[in-house]
């Protein structure tokens, strides 16, 4: 396959253009990468030191107000008014609004708590059955006696710690803090220590209680309830990066802390139950994956692709109380750092790609400039090769070996052109397509051959000067020769002022005969047309007579092999100039024999002239007068309705005389001459059978054979 130098050129430029660039890029984007991803692993690790600062906090005041509690002074442990205990309680958690409620269980089933229902930004929390304005509240059971009603009080606090209300009933409960999973829990294990992540019923919101054993009261265990809002609005806020998100996952993977504190709870199908879902729950995918790497005890840093997008992951442990470990979960989207990256990088690519774009154009303009000749060049060497002699000269070019190529094809172009007026065109044109040398030799092929002749040459030579002769008979050649060759003849050989043509040949052609019948029409019409010209012009008239035949001859190169001519051989030749030489004696103008008559279409009209055997010959031939086309009323070669009359009757006039019936036959001949005196045809066909009437021939077959050419 070749490639033109332009686009060669064009294409290893752009090909060094855009490696170069693209490694620069991506090189600059790598590092861009690199940092971005630097960035948001620092960004998380301040996340993460951030809310286990805020964790650590509120662990610690929680941890403050248990051990407060567990340590209270022995005359208050000692009491015996439950309220004592909750006045206690509610003063202790007055200014911790982390802390939703704290409550003490007794080993005989008493309960005591206080409830704290201010907010960390000071508002007061509204829930359902509670007086309006309360901000905190207290209430106790008594001890559980079986089979006796259990007394409940509960009394209810402003802002300013003044008593709103009291409210006390006397109900049979199933509450039992003995069996609760703090009570048990903290005497289990003897230390401070926190449950499992639940639903709290007052609130609907998850949280955790924290309980421990007390010091002073024997079988008395303290809890603390924490709702995790606090650190869900804390987490919120604590995004390192746009698509990024911070978690608190216990050890046993219930969330703890997700900035969208709704997703944490699921409720049951009858939406009754509720209940704090796990992290392996969760739709969203990144605090999904990122939770699979909780358990260890030491930090995870992980780069993982979830749905289609970079994260960058990060896990830490932290030591929530003595049994139980939290994780901090941290994931940070990658994008959030590389777009500004990826938009630097497609501006600047943008920007590279505009300055290749110019760089190309001025290459263009460039490689243009230079091969633009070369391609001329080209393709003028193209068209020389198809034998296209008239292709435009390509233009000069201010490169030396390129303007030498020029003139070399130039001459070549030259040579061609002077070779091309001695050999037919289509048959170099064949020779040259089919890639072989020309050789002696020829293969049989059915051919037409047209012979022209122009009446009385040698009286008009003797007449006119040489000069004027060469002059006209070359006007002559050429009129005829561009009427032939449009009809797909080639002209085989000029032979003195006569002109040997032929169909069929090098280029075979389906339609031969009707492009021979065609291409002699208009030659005739050519010729005609050219002795107007010469006759107005007080120059002689070359009146040209045609003889046109079809069969079988061997086509090919003969002569030697340095000098050969291409021609055809055969009796079809031989035949074709008798026939041509035969309008002298019947005076008409274009002969042709019976078997171009038989292969013509309709399309042309032909006359019967007479049967006869050519000199040399011994086989009869019907030859016609090919008179014009029947069916195009605008062309010069129409044959009208009174012409095709006196065909009829000529034709019919040729039966009788055929057929041995010579005073019919001279009846219709001299009717013919009586109308048109100078019909050459009847008149020798009327002196013929008024000879046969006198002097009848023998052995009559209605063919005439003639004695000289």
């Known amino acids: 396959m070749r490639v033109p130098v332009r686009i060669t050129v064009l ?157 006390e009933s006397e109900s049979l409960t199933t509450y039992d803090p003995r069996e609760r999973s703090w009570f048990r829990r903290a005497l289990d294990h003897g230390t401070l220590g926190a449950s499992e992540v639940y639903v709290f019923q007052s609130l609907r919101e998850p949280g955790l209680t924290i309980s421990s054993p007390m010091i002073n009261v024997a079988g008395a265990v303290v809890g603390i309830d924490i709702p995790l809002d606090s650190l869900a609005n804390f987490v919120a806020g604590q995004k390192p990066s746009e698509n990024g998100q911070v978690a608190i996952v216990a050890q046993d993977g219930h969330l703890i802390a997700h900035p969208d504190p709704s997703i944490m709870i699921k409720r049951s199908r009858a939406g009754k139950d509720v209940s704090v879902v796990k992290v392996a729950e969760l739709e969203d995918d990144r605090i999904r994956v990122a939770g699979t790497f909780i358990g260890g005890e030491t930090a995870v840093e992980e780069t993982v692709h979830v749905s289609g997008h970079q994260y960058v992951l990060s896990v830490q442990p932290i030591q929530a109380f003595a049994n139980d470990r939290w994780y901090i979960v941290g994931v940070a989207a990658v994008e959030d750092f590389t777009g500004t990256l990826r938009e630097s990088l497609n501006r600047a690519v943008l920007v590279a790609a505009l300055l290749l774009f110019c760089a190309l154009f001025i290459v263009y303009v460039v490689s243009t400039w230079i091969t633009q000749p070369l391609s001329t060049a080209s393709d003028f060497a193209s068209r020389i090769s198809q034998l296209d002699i008239d292709a435009d000269t390509p233009k000069s070019s201010p490169f030396s070996e390129i303007q030498s190529l020029r003139a070399s094809m130039v001459a070549m172009r030259d040579a061609i ?54 002059i006209q008979t070359s006007i002559y050649f050429e009129a005829l020769t561009n009427a032939l060759t449009d009809n797909r003849a080639i002209v085989d050989k000029f032979i003195g002022d006569a002109i040997m043509a032929l169909w069929n040949t090098p280029v075979s052609d389906e339609y031969f005969v009707d492009n021979a019948c065609l291409g002699t029409l208009a030659a005739f019409v050519a010729s005609d047309q050219l002795n107007r010209d010469m006759s107005a012009n007080n120059f002689p008239v070359f009146k040209t007579r045609f003889g046109l035949h079809t069969g079988e001859a061997l086509v090919g190169n003969v002569g030697s092999p340095e000098r050969m001519q291409y021609t055809a051989l055969g009796p079809v030749i031989n035949l074709a100039s008798r026939i041509e030489g035969m309008n002298k004696f019947y005076g008409t103008n274009v002969l042709v024999s019976g078997d171009i008559r038989k292969k013509a279409s309709g399309h042309f009209v032909f006359r019967k002239i007479d049967v006869v055997e050519a000199k040399g010959t011994t086989i009869p031939v019907e030859i016609y007068e090919l008179m014009g086309v029947d069916d195009e009323e605008d062309s010069p070669c129409y044959v009208s309705p009174d012409a095709k009359k006196a065909k009829e009757i000529y034709e019919a006039g040729l039966e009788k005389y055929i057929a041995a019936d010579f005073q019919g036959a001279l009846d219709t001949f001299e009717e013919i001459l009586m109308a048109d005196p100078e019909n050459g045809a009847a008149l020798i066909l009327a002196e013929r059978c008024y000879r046969y009437l006198t002097n009848p021939p023998e052995d009559w077959q209605g063919v005439y054979s003639f004695e000289s050419k």
């Open 417 to 470: 052109q002077m070779f091309l007026r001695y050999a037919p065109k289509d048959l170099v044109h064949v020779l040259v397509q089919s890639g072989t040398t020309a050789e002696i030799g020829g293969t049989r092929k059915d051919i037409a051959v047209l012979f022209t002749d122009i009446e009385g040459f040698t009286s008009i030579t003797e007449k006119e000067a040489p000069e004027d002769i060469l």
């Open 11 to 167: 294409t290893m430029f752009s090909v060094l253009m855009i490696v170069i660039v693209g490694a620069v890029s991506f090189s600059n984007y790598r590092q861009g990468e690199i940092s971005a991803l630097e960035t948001a692993r620092e960004l998380i690790r301040q996340s993460k030191v951030s809310t286990a600062e805020n964790t650590r906090r509120l662990l610690g005041v929680t941890s403050t107000v248990a051990n407060t509690v567990t340590r209270m002074p022995n005359e208050m442990a000692g009491a015996t008014d439950p309220f004592i205990f909750a006045d206690y309680l509610r003063t202790v958690i007055a200014d911790v609004p982390q802390i939703y409620s704290t409550f003490i269980g007794f080993p005989d089933g008493r309960f005591v708590q206080a409830l704290n229902f201010k907010l960390v930004n000071g508002e007061v929390r509204s829930i359902s059955g509670i007086p309006p304005h309360t901000a905190s509240a207290v209430r106790t059971m008594e001890p559980i006696e079986s089979g006796q009603n259990r007394r409940q009080i509960w009394r209810y606090y402003d802002s300013d710690n003044n008593e709103i209300s009291v409210t």
